[in-house]
T-cell receptor, first 115, second 113 residues
């Protein structure tokens, strides 16, 4: 059983460009979460999917951010018109349904640097 | 609003010693989950231990155990016989009913040889 995977692992972009990150959850995990972690801080919740439905969105998720999980499997997080303040580690996690659904398993993250 | 506080930004101990990391939280919920995750340098977040609030018995996982004081809203992590591989950032997290995790700022733990 492979873990949560995220691509790319690192992304450097210029301010104003659009970026897209991908997350592949653990197989058959129906819940998928996105978090943002800035250096030296704990993660902050961004959004959460149950299957293909986006159930929660943080106020941190401005209009420039959009997330999708079209078939209830992988998810993408897009940031439009990136700003230097978007520089952070973007973490994806997944959890199973039923027993153990409260435990989230994390991917390695995508580190974004906006120049 | 729920909050999680870790009051120790950094701790260091000698290998084989026991260390306790503190965490307090604030919530009006009665049923919830609490977690400790570790994040080794440049590596991914790994679950260390979890506690269900309705269970009075403190959770244990090998060398890791918690002291859960529900009335005091305290959830400390004890690491026994610490090893060099325990060096990492340790985060305490509280789960809201909507499965959203609220995180503390973390404690950097250094195990010295």
């Amino acid at each position: 059983d492979t873990g949560v995977s995220q691509n790319p692992r690192h992304k450097i972009t210029k301010r104003g460009q659009n970026v897209t990150f991908r997350c592949d959850p653990i197989s058959e995990h129906n819940r998928l979460y996105w978090y943002r972690q800035t250096l030296g801080q704990g993660p902050e919740f961004l959004t959460y999917f149950q299957n293909e439905a986006q159930l929660e969105k943080s106020r941190l998720l401005s209009d420039r951010f959009s997330a999708e999980r079209p078939k209830g499997s992988f998810s993408t997080l897009e940031i439009q018109r990136t700003e230097q303040g978007d520089s952070a580690m973007y973490l994806c996690a997944s959890s199973p349904k039923g027993r153990g659904s409260e435990t989230q398993y994390f991917g390695p993250g995508t580190r974004l640097l906006v120049l | 609003a729920q909050t999680v506080t870790q009051s120790q930004p950094e701790m260091s101990v000698q290998e084989a010693e026991t260390v306790t990391l503190s965490c307090t939280y604030d919530t009006s919920e009665n049923n919830y989950y609490l977690f400790w995750y570790k994040q080794p340098p440049s590596r991914q977040m790994i679950l260390v231990i979890r506690q269900e609030a309705y269970k009075q018995q403190n959770a244990t996982e090998n060398r890791f155990s918690v002291n859960f004081q529900k009335a005091a809203k305290s959830f400390s992590l004890k690491i026994s016989d610490s090893q060099l591989g325990d060096t990492a950032m340790y985060f305490c997290a509280f789960m809201k009913p909507n499965y959203q995790l609220i995180w503390g700022a973390g404690t950097k733990l250094i195990i010295k040889p």
